[in-house]
């Protein structure tokens, strides 16, 4: 069952009167949310989004806003940018079972951050060690606020690349 599904292509994009565009806050290659090996976020339940395969250290900030939320571990963060919209960014799945292990908190609730910023650092190869996935799902918490997700699949660089264009 999937609660949420605004993706769309750029043939199909609905009547909207605003749009923003989200960096990607991870480096690596982007995939569907129904490529995630958990199944609460492939159908969509923390919202809709993509997954990332990372490649690299850090998560940027993929845009200005406010820290809504820093996992105590350091494994998951959630974000309001200052137009309204959140996201949240999980590093990696079961990755809470590492207690913190490979994970560091440069940000702390309610501080604000520009684009770019760097809001945690993670040890890939850590992860790859101690979990079955360490996909990174990035999703809209608000999803049901919006019209549309526009996805871009293919190889990111952190705060470079677009990773999604959202429609409300």
Request: net charge positive.
């Amino acid at each position: 069952m999937q609660i949420f599904n605004k993706v769309v292509s750029s043939s199909t994009i609905p009547v909207h009167t605003n749009r923003f565009s989200i960096m990607s806050p991870v480096a690596g290659k982007v995939l569907p949310i129904e490529a995630a090996s958990d199944s609460l976020f492939a159908n969509r339940l923390f919202g809709d989004g993509v997954v990332i395969e990372p490649a690299g250290y850090q998560v940027l900030a993929p845009f200005d806003g406010t820290v809504m939320d820093v996992s105590p571990t350091g494994n998951q963060i959630r974000l309001r940018a200052n137009n309204g919209l959140q996201l949240m960014v999980q590093l990696g799945f079961d990755s809470l079972s590492m207690m913190g292990l490979g994970f560091k908190k440069k940000v702390k609730k309610a501080q604000r951050f520009s684009q770019a910023q760097v809001l945690l650092e993670f040890d890939l190869n850590q992860m790859k060690r101690q979990l079955s996935s360490v996909h990174c799902p990035v999703t809209l918490i608000n999803s049901d606020k919006i019209k549309a997700i526009e996805p871009f699949y293919y190889k990111v660089l952190a705060g470079q690349d677009k990773l999604m264009t959202v429609y409300w």
